[in-house]
């Protein structure tokens, strides 16, 4: 089994920053793209961030000034260090990676449980 599990989110002060993990683990051969995508309330989930294996990366537009996207594949773990917060990054943030499991000779996407991002004075 394949496990993508998020940490490090909770309450920030607008102005502030937090650094959200994750970290695949189980019978894994290989990770491909991981990323991070986020739904707010009241709109649908959408694209944050992604990373290839390579270290390629893709940011949203409106976010890329604030947000870094980093992966340390040794850990199998993908980082988004989110600073200068504001109450609009208010969400539920969500890791998603591409995996190749040692029983699957295929890639699948994995998504994590999601881990909420709250943005309050």
């Known amino acids: 089994q394949v496990h993508v599990v998020e940490s490090g989110g909770g309450l920030a002060q607008p102005g502030g920053s937090l650094r959200l993990s994750c970290a695949a683990s189980?019978?894994?051969?290989?990770?491909?793209?991981m990323g991070w995508y986020r739904q707010g309330p009241g709109h649908e989930r959408e694209f944050v961030a992604s990373?290839?294996?390579?270290?390629?990366?893709n940011v949203l537009d409106s976010v890329k000034d604030r947000f870094t996207i980093s992966r340390d594949s040794a850990k199998k773990t993908v980082y988004l260090q989110m600073n200068s917060l504001n109450p609009e990054d208010t969400a539920v943030y969500y890791c998603?990676?591409?995996?190749?499991?040692?029983?699957?000779?295929?890639?699948?996407?994995?998504w994590g449980q999601g881990i909420q991002v709250t943005v309050s004075s």
């Open positions: 998603n990676a591409d995996i190749r499991s040692t029983t699957d000779p295929g890639f699948h996407q994995f």
């Open positions: 189980g019978t894994i051969s290989e990770i491909g793209f």
């Open positions: 990373i290839s294996s390579g270290g390629g990366s």
